[in-house]
């Protein structure tokens, strides 16, 4: 079992920046696929970026936050971060981190991941 929390979340104007931590329990983190997915408002929840464990390709984003947002992982801390960079109105949501057992075969599917936190919030202003 896995229990992920995430913190960093708030206001912040456009074009602004914010850092996203993830602080997971357990001594195999280093061996989990980590994701961070958001929510907006009135909409499904959507990939956003993954980093994985062992792959050619080490890490993943959509489209929408390629260039802007920046996944990366600290093993010895058992943490992720989601560095993001000249945020948008549209990057409002709640953001959640995920952790996958498995190397995911998609690491946008959020079926890939067993673990959840609980989220939290971003707010860009225009």
């Known amino acids: 079992q896995v229990q992920l929390v995430e913190s960093g979340g708030g206001l912040v104007q456009a074009g602004g920046s914010l850092r996203l931590s993830c602080a997971a329990s357990g001594r195999t983190f280093s ?20 980093i994985i464990v062992a792959a050619i390709r080490s890490t993943y984003y ?6 802007r947002f920046t996944i990366s992982r600290d093993n010895a801390k058992n943490t992720v971060y989601l560095q993001m960079n000249s945020l948008k109105p549209e990057d409002t949501a709640v953001y959640y981190c995920a952790a996958a057992a498995k190397t995911p075969s998609w690491p946008s599917h959020s079926y890939e991941y ?11 202003s225009s």
């Open 62 to 67: 959509a489209d929408s936050v390629k260039g």
């Open 31 to 50: 061996r989990y696929a980590m994701g961070w997915f958001r929510q907006a408002p009135g909409k499904e929840r959507e990939f956003v970026a993954a």
């Open 114 to 124: 067993d673990f959840w936190g609980q989220g939290t919030q971003v707010t860009v």
